[in-house]
């Protein structure tokens, strides 16, 4: 089993950029394809980034694309998230977790598990 661990929010203005880091243990993840989503009150957990084992592919929701970007350092065991250019709606809980399934989309978080316990992130306007 692997355990995974956020990391890395906190408050910041808007314009302003955080990075998060998703630390696993268990089981090295680096045959595991990895995303990270995000949650606001009452709402639904939407995907945000994806990225692929090895880092070959990236996937980005609308939303954040051009200002995110996933990436992974598997000799850590640890993949990250950089925000740039934050807004407030980008004020959320954000969550890592696994693929674990090999067809289905990025976009449906049924397709993921080991989710970790989650990390704030707000962004002030």
């Known amino acids: 089993q692997v355990q995974l661990v956020e990391s890395g929010g906190g408050l910041v203005q808007a314009g302003g950029s955080l990075r998060l880091s998703c630390a696993a243990s268990?089981?090295?993840?680096?045959?595991?394809?990895m995303g990270w989503f995000r949650q606001t009150p009452g709402k639904e957990r939407e995907f945000a980034a994806g990225?692929?084992?090895?880092?070959?592919?990236?996937y980005y929701a609308d939303s954040v694309k051009g200002r995110f970007t996933i990436s992974g350092d598997y000799a850590k065991n640890t993949v990250y998230l950089q925000m740039d250019s934050l807004k407030p709606e980008d004020t959320a809980i954000y969550y890592c977790?696994?693929?674990?399934?090999?067809?289905?989309?990025?976009?449906?978080?049924?397709?993921?598990?080991?989710w970790g316990p989650g990390t704030q992130v707000t962004v002030s306007s």
């Open positions: 268990g089981r090295t993840f680096s045959r595991y394809n």
């Open positions: 990225i692929s084992v090895a880092g070959g592919n990236q």
């Open positions: 977790a696994r693929k674990v399934t090999s067809a289905g989309s990025w976009f449906d978080q049924a397709g993921f598990g080991s």
